[in-house]
C-alpha cells in the first residue's frame, strides 16, 4: 500500500496496532486520540483515507464525516465503532462513510478495506439535506455485535435508499417487522406511510386499491407472505406492476423459504421473483448465543424506564441464558426479561427466578446442537449457507478463508487442550500437528492455556 492514513481512535493499542500494520504495509501513519487533531490535519490536506472512532473524547466521529466532506471531498472514511446496533451502521451509510466495522475488527479486513480506499479516486455524490433522526437505538431492539447481525446491518443499510423489493426471513420472534420498519424510518421515503398488511386485506376485489390509497407511495409490508391465498398473490403481483407517480416500495416477511415453498407450488413464481430484489435473512437467537447477554441488558434498561425497578442479571442467570434455545426468539427472550424485571425478589436476578420462568418451555438440548445425528460437515456447510445467505445478492468480505479457519481452529485446539489436562505435547500428538505448530497457533489464536480441566 501506498498513502498516507490519518488515525483517529481513543484506545491506545488500537493507535499502535493500526500504526504498526499500517507502516509495515508501506503507508505513513499519522495517530491520534482527539477529533479536533484529526480535523486540523483534514484541513491542512494531510492524508489520503481516514480511519476514525465514531466516540471520542471530544465529539462523534460521524458527526464530523459532513465537514470532512466540505473540506476534502473525494476523501474516504472508513469508521470504526464499539457501538454494535444496527444505528451505527444506518448512521455510516447515511453520512457516506467509505466503509464501516465493527469492534472488535478483523485487522486483515480493515488493511484490506484501508487498500481498496487508497486506490479509490472519486467519492459518491454526497446528499445536501440532513438527515432527520427518527428513533433513538433505544427504541429498536436491533442490537447485536455477532458476525451474522453485523453482516445484516451492512445490507441493510446499502438497501435503505433503493427501490428494491425486499424479502425478509426469519424465523418467528426474530424481528423481521422491525427490520422493516427501519429500513423505511430512515430511508427517503420515511416521511411516507408505512402499512403493514396481511392476505385477509387483499381478500376481495377492491383490498388492493384500498391498501394503495392508504400507503401513497409510502412502503407497504406484506406479512407472512408465504401463507397467501394464489388467488391473492396474484393480486399482489398487479399491485407490484402498477405504473404511477405513487408506487410504494414493497416489502414482505416470511417465516418459511420462499424458494422451497414456490418449488413446492405454495408461492407463485412471478410473485417470488418480484419480491427477490434483496433478501434479508434474519438469524435466530440461537445463532447469535453472544448477542444474548446485550440483548437482556438493553431489555431490562427499558423495562426500567417504563417504571420497573432497576434490575441485572446474575453471573449465573446469565449462563442459563446463553444456554437455553430460546424457540420464540427476541420476542420471546423480551418478555422472559420484563418477567423477571418485576417479579425479582431482588436487584440482582438470580438463576432460580431465571428457571422458574423458562422451567415450562419446550427442552433444549436436540435445538442446540442441530440433532444429534447431524455430520459434522453437514453442519459446517449449513452455517457457511447461512453466512452467505446474510450477504444476499453481495460476497462476504474477502478473507473468507482464513476467517473460517480460525472460526474452526480456535475451539478444536481449546477443546483438544481440554481433553488432554493442558498437557501441550499430548494436545499435539492428538490433532496430528508438530508441537512447535500448536505453540504458535496457541498465540495467534489468543487461547488460553492455564488451569485446563481433562474432560476424559
Known amino acids: 500500500m501506498d498513502g498516507t492514513v490519518l488515525v483517529a481512535d481513543d484506545d491506545r493499542t488500537i493507535r499502535t496496532v493500526l500504526t504498526q500494520?499500517?507502516?509495515?504495509?508501506?503507508?505513513?501513519?499519522?495517530?491520534?486520540?482527539?477529533?479536533?487533531?484529526?480535523?486540523?490535519?483534514?484541513?491542512?490536506?494531510?492524508?489520503?483515507?481516514?480511519?476514525?472512532?465514531?466516540?471520542?473524547?471530544?465529539?462523534?466521529?460521524?458527526?464530523?464525516?459532513?465537514?470532512?466532506?466540505?473540506?476534502?471531498p473525494g476523501l474516504p472514511v472508513i469508521?470504526?465503532?464499539?457501538?454494535?446496533?444496527?444505528?451505527?451502521?444506518?448512521?455510516?451509510?447515511?453520512?457516506?462513510?467509505?466503509d464501516y466495522l465493527p469492534k472488535p475488527f478483523d485487522l486483515p479486513d480493515l488493511m484490506k478495506r484501508t487498500a481498496r480506499a487508497l486506490e479509490t479516486s472519486a467519492r459518491s455524490p454526497r446528499r445536501e439535506d440532513p438527515v432527520e433522526q427518527v428513533d433513538g437505538p433505544e427504541d429498536l431492539p436491533l442490537v447485536g455485535k455477532t458476525p451474522a447481525m453485523q453482516a445484516l446491518y451492512r445490507l441493510v443499510a446499502r438497501v435503505m435508499n433503493t427501490d428494491l423489493p425486499v424479502l425478509i426471513t426469519g424465523e418467528s420472534g426474530t424481528g423481521k417487522?422491525?427490520?422493516?420498519?427501519?429500513?423505511?424510518?430512515?430511508?427517503?421515503?420515511?416521511?411516507?406511510?408505512?402499512?403493514?398488511?396481511?392476505?385477509?386485506d387483499l381478500s376481495d376485489l377492491e383490498g388492493p386499491a384500498r391498501?394503495?390509497?392508504?400507503?401513497?407511495?409510502?412502503?407497504?409490508?406484506?406479512?407472512?407472505?408465504?401463507?397467501?391465498?394464489?388467488?391473492?398473490?396474484?393480486?399482489?403481483?398487479?399491485?407490484m406492476?402498477?405504473?404511477?407517480?405513487?408506487?410504494?416500495?414493497?416489502?414482505?416477511?416470511?417465516?418459511?423459504?420462499?424458494?422451497?415453498?414456490?418449488?413446492?407450488?405454495?408461492?407463485?413464481k412471478d410473485l417470488y421473483y418480484r419480491l427477490g430484489g434483496a433478501t434479508l435473512a434474519v438469524p435466530s437467537l440461537r445463532e447469535r448465543v453472544e448477542d444474548i447477554p446485550?440483548?437482556?441488558?438493553?431489555?431490562?434498561?427499558?423495562?426500567?424506564?417504563?417504571?420497573?425497578?432497576?434490575?441485572?442479571?446474575?453471573?449465573?442467570?446469565k449462563e442459563l441464558f446463553r444456554a437455553y434455545s430460546w424457540p420464540g426468539n427476541v420476542r420471546q427472550l423480551e418478555n422472559a426479561v420484563r418477567r423477571l424485571s418485576l417479579t425479582s425478589r431482588a436487584d440482582?436476578?438470580?438463576?432460580?427466578?431465571?428457571?422458574?420462568?423458562?422451567?415450562?418451555?419446550?427442552d433444549t438440548g436436540p435445538i442446540l446442537r442441530g440433532g444429534d445425528s447431524e455430520k459434522l460437515g453437514a453442519s459446517v456447510a449449513r452455517h457457511l449457507r447461512r453466512y452467505f445467505d446474510l450477504h444476499g445478492t453481495m460476497l462476504p468480505p474477502p478473507g473468507l478463508y482464513g476467517r473460517i479457519l480460525r472460526e474452526v481452529e480456535a475451539p478444536l485446539i481449546e477443546i483438544a487442550l481440554d481433553a488432554t489436562g493442558g498437557n501441550q505435547a499430548k494436545c499435539a500428538d492428538l490433532l496430528g500437528i508438530n508441537r512447535n505448530t500448536l505453540r504458535k497457533k496457541i498465540t495467534d489464536l489468543d487461547i488460553q492455556v492455564t488451569r485446563r480441566r481433562k474432560l476424559m
Not at 212 to 238: F, K, M
Not at 298 to 314: D, Y
Request: with cysteine; glycine share 8%; proline share 4%.
Open 241 to 268: 406492476d402498477v405504473p404511477g407517480e405513487h408506487v410504494p416500495r414493497f416489502m414482505a416477511t416470511s417465516q418459511g423459504d420462499l424458494a422451497h415453498a414456490m418449488e413446492a407450488g405454495r408461492v407463485r
Open 348 to 362: 440482582e436476578i438470580t438463576r432460580p427466578e431465571v428457571e422458574a420462568v423458562l422451567g415450562n418451555q419446550p
Open 21 to 72: 500494520a499500517l507502516t509495515r504495509a508501506g503507508c505513513k501513519v499519522h495517530a491520534t486520540s482527539s477529533l479536533t487533531t484529526l480535523m486540523r490535519w483534514v484541513g491542512e490536506g494531510k492524508g489520503d483515507v481516514v480511519i476514525s472512532d465514531v466516540v471520542m473524547p471530544d465529539g462523534n466521529g460521524l458527526e464530523m464525516l459532513p465537514k470532512i466532506a466540505q473540506d476534502r
Open 294 to 317: 446485550l440483548l437482556s441488558e438493553h431489555f431490562l434498561i427499558r423495562a426500567e424506564r417504563e417504571g420497573a425497578p432497576k434490575r441485572w442479571l446474575s453471573e449465573d442467570a
Open 177 to 200: 417487522s422491525l427490520i422493516a420498519r427501519a429500513i423505511h424510518d430512515f430511508s427517503d421515503r420515511r416521511t411516507l406511510p408505512f402499512v403493514t398488511v396481511t392476505g385477509a
Open 211 to 239: 391498501v394503495l390509497a392508504r400507503v401513497r407511495g409510502g412502503t407497504l409490508l406484506i406479512d407472512e407472505i408465504g401463507n397467501i391465498e394464489d388467488e391473492v398473490q396474484a393480486r399482489i403481483v398487479r399491485m
Open 79 to 98: 469508521v470504526i465503532s464499539a457501538q454494535n446496533t444496527i444505528m451505527t451502521a444506518i448512521q455510516a451509510a447515511e453520512a457516506e462513510a467509505y
